[in-house]
Nanobody, 116 residues
C-alpha cells in the first residue's frame, strides 16, 4: 500500500516562502508522475504542479515563476518550493503519486495559510 506524507505547511505572511515536502513509503522510482494539488475552502481541488520521472515539470499559470516542484530520488522525497506567496495561495496542499497502471495515491494534505 502506497502512503504519502506531506509536511511543511504553516502560516506565512504575504510575500513569504515555504517548502512543502512529500515522503512516500517505498521507492520513489515506481512513481511515473508526482504532483501537488491544492484545495481552497469552497473550491474544487486543482493541480498546482507536476513532475515526471524524467524531470519534466508543468505548472498552473497562477503559480508559474513563483513555485518550483522537484523530486530527490536519492532522498526519496518530493518538494514544492513556494515563493512570493499570496493570500489566494491559501489552501490545503496534497501530494499525489501515479504508478504504472495507472493507479493514483493521495496524501492527507498540509495546510498553507497566507493572511490577507
Amino acid at each position: 500500500q502506497v502512503q504519502l506524507v506531506e509536511s511543511g505547511g504553516g502560516l506565512v505572511q504575504a510575500g513569504g516562502s515555504l517548502r512543502l515536502s512529500c515522503a512516500p513509503n517505498g521507492n520513489i522510482f515506481r512513481f511515473t508522475l508526482m504532483s501537488w494539488y491544492r484545495q481552497a475552502p469552497g473550491k474544487e481541488r486543482e493541480l498546482v504542479a507536476e513532475i515526471t520521472s524524467g524531470g519534466v515539470t508543468n505548472y498552473v499559470d497562477s503559480v508559474a515563476g513563483r513555485f518550483s516542484i522537484s523530486r530527490d530520488n536519492g532522498k526519496n522525497m518530493l518538494y514544492l518550493e513556494m515563493k512570493s506567496l499570496k493570500p489566494e495561495d491559501t489552501a490545503v496542499y496534497y501530494c499525489r503519486a501515479r504508478t504504472v497502471g495507472p493507479r493514483y495515491y493521495w496524501g492527507q494534505g498540509t495546510q498553507v495559510t497566507v493572511p490577507s
